[in-house]
């Protein structure tokens, strides 16, 4: 098989979808069976073959890593032959590669100190994502096969785009600007928390009532950031302010009830949590699908918009291995 690598740190995970944007100028490597190396799988003059992805997907592999080094033409190697206009490329292939570009994309901006790269950046893959993730025929178990579950801020902002435009897609939302808006509201929701300590958003045990208050106040400091920009509309504003307000009003920051909470601000809402919850945390593995949706069920009658709940939770159930 070649070489192996024992230190992941300068390598880039990439779905197995995207293999078709491989060329043979690329290094990619997959994990060591019963080990924890990279090994190589194909070298740079070795090309990618059609049925690699699924003779990956049937050894149980379902990420290639990429160096580092190799990150920016293989960013662009993505859009030229998988995104481009015409390009005969899967669904899902084209769903992967817009998936990884935004992840990788947020990574850099949510690390610029400057809020002006994030909002420019979150604006355009916004329209990536509605344009390659809104098709019909991809199906809600390809999907869930593409996000991450790390739960890195960047990640779940991609998450919670994606969750949102599937959302708002089922929910009878079909206007192009508007499913762009709602994208790039999810995107955006947790911008606030630039200004959270990672040691918080990271800490194994219960914050503290002091930890919680700073935490706490995201929603708001995301909403001080972009109020007044003339590219910002007011659903991605409310986004933003809302994700965390709660039908009964015992959310936050402003404990509103649900006829005050913005529409987009509910389905980010139910998407915020429900990728939260299924996603890997400092303090505890992902929860399993169906358990997710019995809890937000439960919680709807309280929390969150049942009608929200019950269209997430029909989707999410035709998964396998929920």
């Keep these: 098989m070649g070489s192996s690598a024992t230190n992941w740190s300068g390598y880039v995970a990439a779905p197995i979808e995207a293999l078709a944007a491989a060329s043979p100028e690329y290094e990619v490597y997959v994990p060591r069976p019963n080990s924890p190396d990279l090994v190589l799988y194909r070298g740079r003059r070795v090309a990618v073959k059609p049925d690699d992805i699924g003779l990956l997907r049937s050894r149980g592999i379902e990420r290639v890593y990429l160096m580092e080094r190799d990150l920016p033409a293989f960013q662009r190697q993505l859009r030229d032959e998988m995104l481009a206009p015409g390009a005969d490329v899967e669904p899902v292939q084209r769903a992967a590669a817009a998936l990884f570009l935004a992840r990788s994309s947020l990574q850099d901006a949510f690390a610029s100190p400057k809020c002006e790269k994030l909002i420019t950046a979150s604006k355009a893959l916004a329209e990536d994502i509605t344009e390659h993730l809104a098709d019909e025929s991809l199906?809600?178990?390809?999907?869930?096969?593409?996000?991450?579950?790390?739960?890195?801020?960047?990640?779940?902002?991609?998450?919670?785009?994606?969750?949102?435009?599937?959302?708002?897609?089922?929910?009878?939302?079909?206007?192009?600007?508007?499913?762009?808006?709602?994208?790039?509201?999810?995107?955006?929701?947790?911008?606030?928390?630039?200004?959270?300590?990672?040691?918080?958003?990271?800490?194994?045990?219960?914050?503290?009532?002091?930890?919680?208050?700073?935490?706490?106040?995201?929603?708001?400091?995301?909403?001080?950031?972009?109020?007044?920009?003339?590219?910002?509309?007011?659903?991605?504003?409310?986004?933003?302010?809302?994700?965390?307000?709660?039908?009964?009003?015992?959310?936050?920051?402003?404990?509103?009830?649900?006829?005050?909470?913005?529409?987009?601000?509910?389905?980010?809402?139910?998407?915020?949590?429900?990728?939260?919850?299924?996603?890997?945390?400092?303090?505890?593995?992902?929860?399993?699908?169906?358990?997710?949706?019995?809890?937000?069920?439960?919680?709807?009658?309280?929390?969150?918009?049942?009608?929200?709940?019950?269209?997430?939770?029909?989707?999410?159930?035709?998964?396998?291995?929920?």
């Design 139 to 322: 199906r809600v178990p390809e999907l869930l096969g593409l996000v991450e579950h790390d739960y890195q801020t960047y990640t779940h902002a991609c998450n919670v785009s994606v969750y949102s435009l599937l959302l708002a897609r089922r929910l009878g939302i079909v206007e192009k600007v508007e499913l762009e808006e709602i994208a790039a509201g999810g995107l955006l929701h947790d911008l606030g928390k630039r200004k959270v300590p990672a040691k918080l958003l990271n800490k194994h045990g219960p914050l503290t009532e002091e930890e919680w208050a700073v935490v706490c106040r995201h929603p708001g400091d995301g909403y001080r950031e972009l109020v007044g920009r003339p590219d910002i509309s007011w659903g991605m504003l409310m986004m933003v302010y809302q994700h965390h307000e709660r039908a009964d009003g015992s959310g936050y920051p402003a404990a509103i009830l649900s006829d005050e909470i913005h529409p987009w601000a509910r389905i980010c809402a139910v998407a915020d949590v429900f990728d939260a919850l299924t996603s890997e945390r400092p303090y505890r593995r992902p929860l399993p699908i169906r358990e997710v949706c019995r809890t937000l069920r439960k919680q709807s009658e309280s929390w969150f918009d049942p009608d929200i709940v019950d269209c997430l939770c029909a989707e999410m159930e035709e998964a396998p291995c929920v």
